[in-house]
């Protein structure tokens, strides 16, 4: 991920509304949920609801896939991945030995799920 895209990533993510949204997919993982649904929890209405969905899809964040009337929203977990490998690329120095126990930290979290 380059900076341009990454400031387009963060900036999305800097929002109340789609930090929420982008957690809630990312837990919900490859099911997904609808935008309807999204709304509903988050108490946003529709239309304030689809214009966030549209910014982390622009961000490449999200996916989405239509099922009849209704949009199922998906994390992009590549996208998420390239978030994580971009804020670590630096860390320490290049050192990344030194970064070793938040990697610990990440895979316990995963293997625990």
Request: glycine share 10%; hydrophobic share 40%; proline share 1%.
């Amino acid at each position: 991920m380059d900076e341009a895209r990454a400031i387009v990533a963060f900036s999305a993510l800097g929002q109340e509304t789609r930090l929420a949204t982008f957690r809630m997919l990312v837990k919900a993982g490859a099911e997904g949920i609808t935008s309807g649904e999204i709304g509903e929890r988050l108490g946003v209405r529709q239309n304030t609801m689809s214009t966030n969905l549209g910014i982390l899809l622009t961000a490449g964040l999200v996916s989405r896939q239509r099922q009849g009337r209704a949009v199922r929203y998906y994390p992009d977990m590549e996208g998420y991945a390239a978030i994580i490998k971009f804020l670590i690329r630096d860390c320490c120095g290049g050192q990344i030995e030194l970064c070793r126990d938040l990697m610990d930290d990440i895979a316990d979290t995963a293997a625990a799920r």
